[in-house]
């Protein structure tokens, strides 16, 4: 026989007792006690319920969503506001704050366009590149959808001359890190 309910709660009187909800043992006393008082304990302290009582109550709330009336105040109350997320922006928007962004305008601007001075394009590599038939210069590997490296061979980065320039792969090119007086030996024997 149920004795009390609630919108989420169902106690069951047997007799003189009552089961608690959370962890059904019998309680004995008070009137409409629904909790045992250690469960009650739990309930006032924030600690989290058990987990059959966590879905008895998912199970109560589930197909409840927020009424119509709720539903046009949230609308009302987000109208006007400026806030992007989750919305993507147009390509001429994104453009706009590509260009605005670009140079010495960006925050992490540090004032220097190129280690490699003005004269090294992506042009010049890829003239240099076809000069050496798109194979490394040292293992002839040809290069398979990444394009390989330009080294220079002297290691001055200013100095762009195609007589100092020779193509590597990724491989080759971090070898040349050290020993740097063989590999100038190396590249200008072979050339």
């Not at 319920?49 to 927020?66: D, F, T, Y």
Request: net charge positive; hydrophobic share 30%.
């Amino acid at each position: 026989m149920i004795i009390w309910t609630n919108c989420y709660e169902i106690v069951y009187n047997k007799g003189d007792m009552t089961i608690c909800i959370d962890c059904n043992k019998d309680i004995y006393g008070h009137a409409k006690p629904d909790r045992c008082r250690p469960c009650a304990d739990m309930a006032k302290k924030g600690i989290p319920k058990p987990p059959k009582e966590q879905k008895r109550l998912r199970v109560a709330r589930l197909g409840i969503g927020h009424t119509e009336e709720a539903r046009l105040k949230v609308s009302a109350s987000l109208m006007g506001n400026t806030h992007r997320l989750g919305t993507t922006q147009s390509f001429e928007t994104r453009r706009k704050i590509s260009f605005a962004n670009i140079g010495d305008k960006h925050h992490n601007w540090q004032g220097v366009i190129s280690l490699y001075g003005p004269g090294f394009t992506e042009a010049l590599k890829f003239d240099i590149r076809t000069r050496d038939g798109f194979a490394c210069f040292v293992c002839d590997e040809n290069e398979n959808g990444i394009a390989h490296d330009v080294h220079h061979v002297d290691y001055d980065k200013y100095n762009h001359r195609w007589d100092n320039l020779v193509t590597l792969c990724k491989s080759c090119h971090m070898k040349t890190n050290s020993e740097r007086e063989k590999w100038i030996q190396c590249f200008t024997a072979k050339s």
